[in-house]
């Protein structure tokens, strides 16, 4: 302990060094709650301090956790009582935003939601929109290739990642990709990077794609007589050459929960809502909420409301930003999957899912991104009742096994951190996963970039 201590404190002012017990144990987890702890957190201001961690830890054997904001689902940020955290979240700067150019170049700990207030202000447009954009990083946004609402029209964090400034493990700093949207030079290793959790390099500089701003949006909420009827509209929506910026999805079981927290009294035929919002110019968008309102009556909508003033939009949104929240009450606990299928599966995923939770005695609620298909399970359960966390498990491998059946993914959005580990090898074959462990080894052989995370433990492999 000592020993990487001195190190640290060689390495860097000590004034970017926490040792307290409060701020260890803060900064040692992230949002999957599972308990952490760590030697010390080191918060460096300079691309400088955090290669001198780099050496530092190549150099007396400790091993590293980058970090964000640690607002990750999956663990992929709690870090061991025998690491370093290197948390990023000082390193906050907007180096540039070029309007020629359409970039933005930042430093890793700026938090998304001030990147997107950034660039808007100045007419132009960071699309990827994680529901955490408020309280997340860039950085982690691209370690996790974070996903969004938008992701139908715009795509994710990948979409959107020109080029990176890292430091890997030994130290020595890479500039990979650049400021051009066409380049086909050599492996793609900024792809590489984006959705690798910490495990590759450390991002010390991000130059992102812009595009400009969508001068308008419309907001549209529909409801349907049938569970299935919200995502045949969506589909009606995109047959019809509509291509909404968010299409989300509600069932009645969630309408149901959510309708008494917000005070409405849901009619009985309403079985399924569907959120549509399209943006663009101001008549083109005018144009196509008018079309939408069409399309969603001639696919069955008993109503659709059309969101006439910023406070109209809000509401309309209500409903479906309430749903974590509200879903958090109905039990002790919740666990929560972001399962993905190809959109055409659907429908029959999301009733197979359910399934297999009344098979098990266990309450699902699967709500989310019609759009890109990407769903959000929540598996309520009591954790004192041993009954009911067997359950639990064998619910969620059974809802990860119907995903799979469909071509599916066991994540969306959320990444694999440690909760997913096991899992992966059902979705990526054992060759493939040679082929990442070279990958690792090749950026960090001796294992000290957050390890542990984002690929199955080595003993089950039989390696
Ligand atoms: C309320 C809420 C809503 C959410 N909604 C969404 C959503 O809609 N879509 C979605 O995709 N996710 C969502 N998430 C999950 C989470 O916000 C994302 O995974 C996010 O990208 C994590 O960013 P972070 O800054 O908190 O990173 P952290 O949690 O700190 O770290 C995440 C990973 O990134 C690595 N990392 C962080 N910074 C760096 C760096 N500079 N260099 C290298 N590696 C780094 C870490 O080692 C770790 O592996 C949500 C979370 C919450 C709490």
Redesign the pocket.
């Known amino acids: 302990v000592s020993q990487t201590l001195d190190a640290l404190t060689r390495a860097v002012p000590p004034e970017t060094i926490l040792t307290d017990p409060a701020a260890r144990a803060a900064l040692a987890t992230?949002?999957s709650k599972i308990p952490g702890d760590c030697l010390a957190v080191v918060r460096p201001v300079t691309e400088a301090q955090v290669v001198a961690v780099l050496r530092a830890s190549a150099e007396h054997g400790f091993s590293i956790?980058?970090?964000?904001?640690?607002?990750?689902?999956t663990g992929?940020?709690v870090s061991r009582a025998d690491q370093v955290v290197l948390d990023?979240s000082a390193m906050n700067r907007i180096l540039e935003i070029d309007r020629r150019d359409l970039v933005a170049v930042v430093e890793?700990g700026v938090l998304t939601g001030a990147l997107q207030a950034a660039v808007e202000e100045q007419g132009l447009f960071y699309p990827p929109d994680?529901?955490?954009s408020a309280?997340?990083?860039i950085?982690?946004?691209v370690?996790?290739c974070?996903?969004?609402?938008r992701a139908l029209k715009y795509g994710v964090t990948r979409d959107y990642v020109l080029g990176i400034r890292a430091a890997l493990a030994d130290g020595s700093v890479v500039d990979l990709g650049g400021r051009n949207l066409k380049s086909v030079v050599g492996y793609d290793l900024v792809r590489l990077l984006v959705g690798?959790?910490?495990?590759l390099?450390?991002?010390l500089r991000l130059v992102l794609r812009l595009i400009p701003r969508p001068a308008a949006f419309e907001t549209v909420l529909a409801s349907f007589e049938t569970v299935e009827g919200g995502l045949l509209a969506a589909d009606a929506l995109l047959a019809a050459g509509l291509l909404p910026r968010a299409l989300e999805y509600l069932d009645r079981d969630v309408l149901a929960v959510v309708a008494p927290a917000l005070g409405e009294k849901l009619g009985d035929r309403v079985q399924s809502r569907l959120l549509v919002e399209l943006d663009g110019s101001e008549t083109a968008v005018r144009e196509d909420a008018g079309r939408a309102l069409e399309v969603l009556g001639k696919a069955g909508a008993i109503e659709a409301r059309r969101a006439r003033t910023a406070v109209e939009r809000d509401e309309l949104w209500l409903a479906r930003r309430s749903v974590?929240k509200t879903v958090r009450t109905l039990a002790p606990a919740k666990k929560s999957e972001d399962l993905g299928v190809p959109r055409s599966r659907l429908a029959e995923a999301i009733a197979a899912i359910k399934a297999a939770g009344r098979a098990e005695g266990i309450r699902v609620l699967a709500y989310g991104h019609a759009g890109d298909a990407n769903l959000h399970v929540n598996f309520l359960y009591d954790p004192a009742s041993p009954q009911q966390r067997a359950g639990l498990e064998r619910a969620i491998a059974a809802a990860r096994k119907e995903a799979l059946a469909r071509g599916g993914t066991i994540s969306g959005?959320?990444?694999v951190?440690l909760l997913k580990r096991e899992a992966m090898r059902d979705e990526v074959g054992p060759r493939a996963l040679d082929l990442m462990r070279g990958v690792k080894r090749a950026f960090d052989p001796d294992d000290r970039l957050?390890p542990g995370?984002a690929l199955p433990p080595h003993e089950t492999d039989g390696d």
Do not use: M, Q, Y
Not at 65 to 73: E, F, K, L, M, S
Not at 146 to 149: E, K, P, T
């Open positions: 992230d949002e956790v980058p970090r964000g904001a640690g607002t990750a689902a992929a940020a990023l890793p994680p529901a955490s309280i997340s990083t950085g982690g946004n370690a996790t974070a996903g969004g609402l690798s959790e910490g495990t390099a450390v991002f974590s959005e959320h990444g951190g957050n995370k």
